[in-house]
């Protein structure tokens, strides 16, 4: 199937060469970054850059918007795309709705659209394995859907039909288990590099606490810790090392009071 993508950021830098690799051609890249579209097309096998938004005479059956949510709706003003031609989002936290009212009020031709949200955390540089990246799929077409989903299957074996508040619920929890992770990890780094420590130290540490939640049923009761002992002493000590940057130790209070709720 030919295929395009408008945007190409970390979901459309390995979405693409996924979609490539299962036997898909990707025709044409935009980017607002002329040059963030050449590094991408080095990427593929025979993808052009697209100098504008306008598609009008591009042969590719899907285009993939795979831009800022908030980006959203500046490109669509100006994207032109040939008739019966497929678009889909990528975003866990915009609806099809969202998609479907822009494309009414700027696509001067109706448009089939559709959602192809990977449930997974990209950056350009981190290999993806795609076979295990959930893909949640939603669309009001029969038609879209068939091919949503031969594309899915095609680069992913999870495939699930997801509608606008399952994605929002899904976005949100994915929030706290990659996102705010991820913070929580980097503070853990600036601590132990303020105090040159390594980080290699708390790897073991790191992987057997994702072991155990994804192995626990309640992952609440296989919390640790000094909040979840309730061992006010050392709170206070820790609080008290955190004089210096009181975001994290707002953000110790916080944690700490919603672990000892759970006790
Ligand atoms: N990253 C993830 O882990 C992840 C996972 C699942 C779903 N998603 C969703 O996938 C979509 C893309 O995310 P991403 O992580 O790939 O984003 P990203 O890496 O930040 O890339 C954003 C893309 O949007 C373009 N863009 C930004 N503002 C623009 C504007 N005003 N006009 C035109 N283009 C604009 C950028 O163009 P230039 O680079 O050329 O400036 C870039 O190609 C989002 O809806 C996001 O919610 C992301």
Redesign the pocket.
């Known amino acids: 199937m030919k295929i395009s993508f408008i945007?190409?950021?970390?979901?459309?830098?390995h979405l693409s060469q996924a979609l490539e690799n299962a036997g898909h051609a990707v025709v044409e890249v935009f980017?607002?970054?002329n040059r963030?579209?050449v590094a991408l097309t080095k990427q593929l096998y025979n993808a052009k850059v697209q100098k504008d938004l306008n598609f009008a005479n591009s042969d590719a059956a899907v285009f993939f918007l795979?831009?800022?949510?908030?980006?959203?709706e500046?490109?669509t003003r100006k994207l032109v795309l040939p008739e019966g031609s497929i678009l889909v989002?990528?975003?866990?936290?915009?609806s099809l709705k969202d998609l479907d009212e822009l494309v009414e009020v700027y696509s001067e031709i109706p448009q089939k659209t559709g959602v192809f949200?990977?449930?997974?955390?990209?950056?350009k540089v981190f290999h993806v394995n795609f076979e295990e990246v959930p893909i949640c799929i939603e669309t009001e077409s029969e038609d879209v859907e068939k091919v949503l989903i031969t594309l899915a299957q095609d680069i992913s074996e999870v495939t699930y039909s997801v509608n606008s508040d399952e994605r929002k619920v899904l976005h949100l929890a994915a929030v706290f288990a990659c996102n705010f992770t991820n913070h929580l990890l980097g503070i853990s780094q600036e601590i132990l590099s303020h105090n040159n420590l390594e980080m290699k130290l708390l790897e073991p540490l790191i992987k057997e606490t994702f072991n155990k939640a994804l192995k626990s049923p309640k992952i609440f009761n296989v919390q640790t810790g000094p909040a979840r002992r309730g061992d006010q002493k050392i709170i206070n000590r820790h609080l008290l090392s955190l004089k210096e940057t009181p975001d994290y130790q707002r953000i110790y209070q916080i944690l700490t009071e919603s672990i000892a709720k759970k006790n």
Do not use: I
């Open positions: 945007g190409s950021g970390n979901v459309a830098w980017s607002r970054e963030n579209a795979c831009v800022s949510d908030d980006a959203m500046e490109v989002h990528t975003s866990g936290s915009k949200y990977p449930l997974q955390t990209f950056s």
